[in-house]
């Protein structure tokens, strides 16, 4: 499956992209904001976006990928424990919202929960 991150902090992103790479997914792109032209040329079955990078328009910026890639899958992280921002985050298009805090089985499972079991998928996170 390929994948594009949307993540701004430089710690972050290559602990992510080697996940996804262990788990089966191709990361054909890195992005720090969004573009949908970029977007929409990668043709990602899964976005990745850091939400708290946009402060008060991580709404906004779900539903700008939203309108972008209509089938992808989007998974939110946040540093928010907000239930009501959560439950914003599904409603702008999100699929799934994750902690930044959360370890790497938890991401794991949570992208199981949204994937499906792919052949790739289910092999890497057997064990989860």
């Keep these: 499956m390929r994948t594009y991150l949307i993540e701004p902090q430089l710690l972050f992103a290559p602990f992510l992209k080697r ?6 997914l191709q990361v054909v792109a ?6 949908g032209k ?14 708290d990078f946009f402060d008060r328009g991580a709404l906004n910026a779900l539903c700008r990928i939203r309108q972008s890639l209509r089938t992808a899958a989007v998974i ?6 907000d239930s ?6 599904f409603i702008s298009g999100a699929n799934a919202v994750v902690s930044k805090g959360a370890s790497a089985e938890q991401l794991l499972r949570t992208l199981r929960s949204v994937l499906g079991t792919s052949a790739a998928l289910t092999q890497a996170t057997a064990g989860v």
């Design 19 to 24: 996940l996804l790479s262990a788990a089966g």
């Design 30 to 35: 890195t992005g720090e904001e969004i573009d």
């Design 38 to 51: 970029d977007l929409s040329l990668h043709d990602p079955d899964v976005v990745f976006v850091d939400v």
């Design 76 to 81: 939110a992280f946040s540093d928010t424990d």
């Design 84 to 89: 009501n921002f959560e439950a914003s985050c």
